[in-house]
């Protein structure tokens, strides 16, 4: 799900017989078709597709993956409910995504940054929610990760973000200032000799559907 480009889908697709990539924007879908056809797969399609409306049978997949899409969900329980339809029985569920604080206040800190960075921004869930929300939709968590990068220099972060208004640069450097050393949950801006930098995290999620 949220495919993008196909880089994870083409990366999978040696090990299964098929793997369909679904997204919702079709100057993605059309990168996307661009890597298979030269990575020369046959066991690989694209197709423009949206949770919670996946136009797949019940119990079509092995495995449903999603990597950093989660927080773009306006509602994380349906599209939850219909990521487990179109898994058979014992099917997976991976995610990974950016993930947020239980502190309400440092929350809101966090959730201005997201926002900044990218409008279409809803929600950064934290590790205890996600967990909550896969549980209540019938899955069992079989394994977590946390990986993260460090020292990301914020220059390049707002070029991968493509933000180029200045006030919108200045106004996440500001806040970004307001907060050095601060967690805010996944997140935590800092200086190296003189450079702002960012340390980001993510959680990795492996369910199993009961």
């Known amino acids: 799900l949220a495919t993008g480009t196909g880089l994870l889908a083409l990366m999978m697709a040696p090990t299964a017989a098929r793997v369909t990539g679904a997204d919702i924007t079709p100057e993605m879908l059309e990168k996307a078709r661009g890597r298979l056809a030269a990575a020369g797969l046959d066991n690989v399609e694209f197709l423009e597709a949206a949770v919670p409306e996946l136009p797949f049978p019940d119990g079509s997949f092995d495995l449903v993956t999603c990597r950093l899409a989660f927080h773009h969900f306006t509602d994380p329980g349906e599209a939850l409910a219909e990521i487990s339809r179109v898994l058979k029985p014992g099917g997976r569920f991976v995610m990974e995504d950016v993930f947020g604080p239980d502190d309400a206040a440092i929350r809101e800190k966090r959730e201005r940054l997201e926002k900044l960075f990218d409008p279409s921004h809803v929600r950064a869930y934290s590790p205890t929610e996600l967990r909550g929300l896969l549980q209540a939709a019938g899955f069992g968590i079989s394994g977590e990760l946390e990986p993260y990068t460090r020292g990301l220099p914020v220059d390049f972060m707002l070029k991968l973000e493509r933000i ?26 800092t200086e190296v000799e003189g450079e702002l930098v960012l340390r980001w995290q993510t959680i990795i999620i492996a369910a199993v559907k009961s």
């Open 164 to 189: 180029e208004d200045p006030e919108d640069r200045t106004r996440i450097i500001q806040l970004l200032n307001e907060n050095l050393d601060a967690d805010l949950g996944g997140f935590q801006p």
